[in-house]
């Protein structure tokens, strides 16, 4: 079996590429830092690394260009990484990054992947409870201005932009799974976990994760679903749908609707230059 994670050198990723690579799973690491990419695929065994800004679409065409011509066919692909950003910055391409990571990233490296992807491959993203606080996409302001500005950033507005991030990434798994019935996928909430997760936000947010870590999940409990969806025979037949826990459940309203999810579609097709 071969594995294609992002963000696996930290984290839920880690603990789901080493709890993979026990079981006797080959990893891809895709990561930004070569050399940690390089000591983590050290500790894995047989791992190859692929390096990549996943901010950046161009940089994701050469990673999977890359990974098309060195890895075997995918048995499952991780689209992991994920990160909230405190103030609003763009990419290359003049995307808001915590889109670009979190929704056009996964996005991108499925359908430039699509054809090295085995029958019955597995795609799994890795979202977030945070999505029940999104009420919808707004495709009227796809750069997330209003999160960033004015008293709703002021009332936490990085992490209402995150869960709309994230309800997106709900979404575009269930309509992934309608236009490519060929293969399986799955979007999961890993809970609170103790990472190194939002602490690039200064100070305060960091002082604010540090509270939480009493109360948090190890990375090895986050990454619990992530193993069963990537190896459980359970949910071989499945696709599309969203798990807690180790269990099928029910995404927020508005991440069971199929209209959003469509153009949710379309317009990530917009953004990436790529057939719709």
Do not use: C
């Not at 065994?45 to 260009?65: H, K, N, P, Y």
């Not at 950003?85 to 929704?103: D, F, P, R």
């Amino acid at each position: 079996m071969y594995v294609l994670i992002t963000g696996g050198t930290n984290g839920i990723g880690l603990a789901g590429a080493r709890g993979l690579a026990g079981r006797g799973a080959r990893i891809g690491l895709v990561a930004r830092d070569r050399e940690k990419a390089a000591r983590v695929a050290g500790e894995l065994g047989d791992a190859d690394v692929f390096q990549a800004d996943l901010t950046s679409q161009a940089s994701i065409r050469e990673m999977t260009a890359d990974v098309a011509e060195r890895a075997p066919v995918i048995d499952v692909l991780v689209n992991n990484a994920g990160a909230i950003y405190g103030t609003h910055q763009v990419s290359a391409e003049g995307i808001e990054l915590t889109w670009a990571l979190n929704v056009v990233a996964p996005y991108l490296i499925t359908r430039l992947l699509a054809d090295r992807l085995a029958v019955g491959a597995r795609v799994i993203g890795t979202a977030s409870d945070e999505h029940e606080k999104a009420k919808g996409i707004d495709f009227d302001d796809l750069g997330g201005e209003r999160f960033f500005s004015g008293p709703s950033r002021l009332a936490g507005g990085s992490l209402r932009r995150y869960g709309e991030t994230k309800l997106a990434l709900i979404l575009m798994s269930a309509e992934l799974a309608r236009r490519m019935p060929a293969i399986h996928t799955y979007t999961f909430e890993p809970g609170l976990v103790a990472t190194g997760f939002n602490t690039n936000n200064g100070r305060l947010m960091k002082l604010m994760m540090a509270m939480t870590k009493p109360f948090a999940r190890t990375p090895e409990q986050g990454a619990e679903t992530l193993l069963w969806l990537a190896t459980s025979p359970d949910v071989a037949e499945e696709s599309g749908y969203y798990y807690s826990r180790e269990r099928r459940t029910d995404p927020s309203p508005a991440g069971q609707d199929p209209a959003a999810a469509e153009r949710l579609w379309t317009t990530l097709a917009e953004q990436t230059a790529l057939p719709k």
